[in-house]
Nanobody
Framework: QVQLVEFGGGLVQAGASLRLSCAAS????????MGWFRQAPGKEREFVAA????????SYADSVKGRFTISRDNAKNTVYLQMNRLTPEDTAVYYC????????????????WGQGTQVTVSS
């Protein structure tokens, strides 16, 4: 079992940067691939980024590639999402996810989800 808590959401202007953090409980954080998804009002849940257990592999949605960076610190049981050059289209609730077996972009494959943090980007 792992519990995930996201931090760092907020209201920013277009072009700004924001860093989300996700703190995981438990002593086996390095056994889980981690990821971020987001959901805007009236839209489907969308893959944002994923990172492998060691952090050696990362994957991004085309819509955020080059602007967002996912990273993890296994010593701190934390995964991060650095978001740069934010646009109003990035406005959504962002969810941290974890899974012991799956690494990728299919949200149904992830067993553990955080409660979400709101990111709002004004134009």
């Amino acid at each position: 079992q792992v519990q995930l808590v996201e931090f760092g959401g907020g209201l920013v202007q277009a072009g700004a940067s924001l860093r989300l953090s996700c703190a995981a409980s438990g002593r086996t954080f390095s056994s889980y691939a981690m990821g971020w998804f987001r959901q805007a009002p009236g839209k489907e849940r969308e893959f944002v980024a994923a990172i492998s257990r060691s952090g050696g592999s990362t994957s991004y949605a085309d819509s955020v590639k080059g602007r967002f960076t996912i990273s993890r610190d296994n010593a701190k049981n934390t995964v991060y999402l650095q978001m740069n050059r934010l646009t109003p289209e990035d406005t959504a609730v962002y969810y941290c996810v974890a899974d012991a077996k799956y690494y990728g972009s299919r949200y149904l494959e992830y067993d553990y989800w955080g409660q979400g943090t709101q990111v709002t980007v004004s134009s």
